[in-house]
């Protein structure tokens, strides 16, 4: 298993930017696809981003496309999320994860997030 520990979430306005940070302990971080995914109140936890442990292989969903980027730094095990035009639909408990490069599907215990508010 990996530990991994969310962090760099805040209150922006919307228009704003974040950039947010996992770190990641345990077995080699470099072997793994990570991903992160949201869960906004009331909601179902979703996917955000993709990273194929290479890190020469994005995805991302549709209503993020275009404004966040996923990226990591083998050397540091930590991978990041820099969210640039937020918007308030964005507001969420924002959560990393390994994945299954397959399907992008999370495959290890879930760490406690990191909230991200974006005002109107």
């Known amino acids: 298993q990996v530990q991994l520990v969310e962090s760099g979430g805040g209150l922006v306005q919307a228009g704003g930017s974040l950039r947010l940070s996992c770190a990641a302990s345990g077995r080699a971080f470099s072997n793994y696809a990570m991903g992160w995914f949201r869960q906004a109140p009331g909601e179902e936890r979703e996917f955000v981003a993709g990273l194929r442990r290479s890190g020469n292989v994005r995805y991302y969903a549709d209503s993020v496309r275009g404004r966040f980027t996923i990226s990591r730094d083998n050397a540091k095990n930590t991978v990041y999320l820099q969210m640039n035009s937020l918007k308030p639909e964005d507001t969420a408990v924002y959560y990393c994860?390994?994945?299954?490069?397959?399907?992008?599907?999370?495959?290890?215990?879930w760490g406690q997030g990191t909230q991200v508010t974006v005002s109107s």
């Open positions: 994860n390994t994945v299954d490069p397959r399907n992008w599907h999370p495959n290890n215990p």
